[in-house]
């Protein structure tokens, strides 16, 4: 294996000695986002403001455009044939959908984990962690891979099960210890807000608690955007959160959204209240 990877360099600049820094987390804004899939509408004019350093949990019922909503945030959502979108997204105040902005661009600044782990299943964990590098054309030294590794596992509360083990493959791994892999794999690139798309959705009780834990320890250094159906996990994880709904057939709308402990605890419309008691949805 060549000490270097070498991939294009047009997307960040020449080869750098070891590893870049950390970025600075940044503030993401949604601004009037409404989408459609072909002539089907799912979200009208959504605007949200999600703060740098914090945890924002989107909560609602199924099919009321959370995971859109997500998608939209990294340019995810144009991927698919019928979809479209309107609206703007501002990455500490600079609109990641503006002509001649790459759609790279966006991706390598804005994570996003899934709701099934999607390690790759035959490549070992150390180069599971890598994987993004390659395909953003990042280069590092071999030390400064070894030493990216060892951090992201870190990170991502894996590297103390695996740091023996680095050259078994990513399939080897318990689901929970494939998640936070995966969340390993999306910090290696340095983001600068992760979206996790209902990540514990597919894992037992303690793998969902370690990814919590995981969640708590990484809101310091990244933003992160979190779809969950757990009111608990929202409640436990979040700093603010966004209740969405559509209601009868209309497109998915923001009811509320506010600090975590208001939402919960003195919801302003009616909705909310039925919604986090456990009343609908
Ligand atoms: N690829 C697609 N093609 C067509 N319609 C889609 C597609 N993905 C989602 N939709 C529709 O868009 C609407 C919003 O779906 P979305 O998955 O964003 O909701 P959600 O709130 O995340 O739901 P859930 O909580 O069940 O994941 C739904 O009516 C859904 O059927």
Redesign the pocket.
């Known amino acids: 294996m060549p000490d270097t990877v070498t991939l294009t360099e047009d997307l960040l600049g020449p080869a750098e000695p070891a590893v870049r820094p950390a970025g600075r987390p940044a503030s993401l804004e949604a601004d009037a986002i409404s989408?459609w899939?072909?002539d089907?509408k799912?979200?009208d004019r959504v605007s949200l403001t999600m703060p740098a350093r914090e945890v924002t949990a989107?909560i609602?019922?199924?099919?009321?455009?959370?995971?859109?909503?997500?998608?939209i945030l990294n340019r995810m959502h144009e991927l698919?044939g019928?979809?479209s979108l309107a609206g703007r997204v501002l990455l500490d105040g600079e609109d990641i959908y503006d002509r001649g902005r790459r759609i790279t661009h966006a991706r390598r600044q804005i994570g996003m984990v899934f709701?099934k782990p999607n390690p790759f299943p035959a490549m070992s964990l150390y180069d599971n962690v890598l994987a993004g590098l390659k395909l953003n054309g990042i280069k590092a030294t071999r030390r400064g891979r070894d030493d990216l590794v060892e951090e992201c596992l870190t990170r991502a509360g894996l590297w103390k099960e695996v740091k023996d083990r680095l050259r078994q493959p990513g399939g080897a791994l318990s689901g929970g210890q494939q998640q936070r892999l995966c969340i390993a794999r999306s910090l290696a690139v340095r983001p600068r807000v992760l979206l996790m798309?209902?990540p514990c959705s597919a894992l037992d009780p303690t793998s969902t608690r370690r990814i919590e834990e995981t969640i708590a320890e990484l809101s310091e250094e990244v933003t992160i955007v979190i779809?969950t159906?757990n009111m608990q996990q929202a409640a436990r994880v979040s700093n603010t959160c966004a209740f969405?709904l559509?209601e009868q057939g209309t497109p998915?709308v923001i009811v509320e959204h506010g600090p975590t402990d208001a939402m919960f605890n003195s919801p302003q419309d009616p909705r909310t209240s039925d919604y986090v008691n456990g009343r609908f949805g």
């Open positions: 989408a899939f072909g089907h799912v979200l989107l609602g019922p199924s099919g009321c455009g959370k995971s859109t909503f997500l998608r698919i019928s979809a709701q798309d209902e779809v159906h969405f559509a998915g």
